[in-house]
């Protein structure tokens, strides 16, 4: 979603200035491939080159080039965390050590659960 974002903006200060992938490879010393690769989401720039397209562009930020994004939470993220806030320091704690026995027992996305 972050990555998309960065994308579509990356691509829209670059026509801003007027100016092809290629010359922006070019400007920091990438191919226009890489460029047009960030453009379309397919990797991202490192912090760096981050700033260095900032200053290609006229951008006075990295916060500037990133605007808003906003992400949305499942309703079920919504609630664990209005649980954790409703916790004392204690509970919180508690929580949060649940939380990483869960990941170390296997609770993981992606990952069959280990048998104990």
Not at 38 to 62: F, N
Not at 97 to 116: I, P, T
Request: glycine fraction near 8%; include cysteine.
């Amino acid at each position: 979603m972050v990555r998309d974002e960065l994308a579509k903006r990356l691509k829209y200060y670059r026509e801003l200035n007027n100016m092809t992938v290629y010359e922006v490879g070019e400007a920091v010393g990438k191919s226009g491939k890489t460029i047009s690769a960030w453009e379309v989401g397919r990797g991202q720039p490192d912090a760096d080159m981050l700033i260095t397209l900032c200053r290609l562009y006229h951008i006075k930020s990295i916060a500037d080039l990133y605007g808003e994004i906003s992400f949305s939470l499942t309703e079920q993220e919504n609630q664990l965390i209005s649980v954790f806030r409703s916790l004392n320091s204690d509970g919180q704690n508690k929580l949060m050590e649940r939380a990483v026995e869960l990941r170390s027992l296997g609770y993981v996305k992606g990952e069959a659960k280990k048998m104990a």
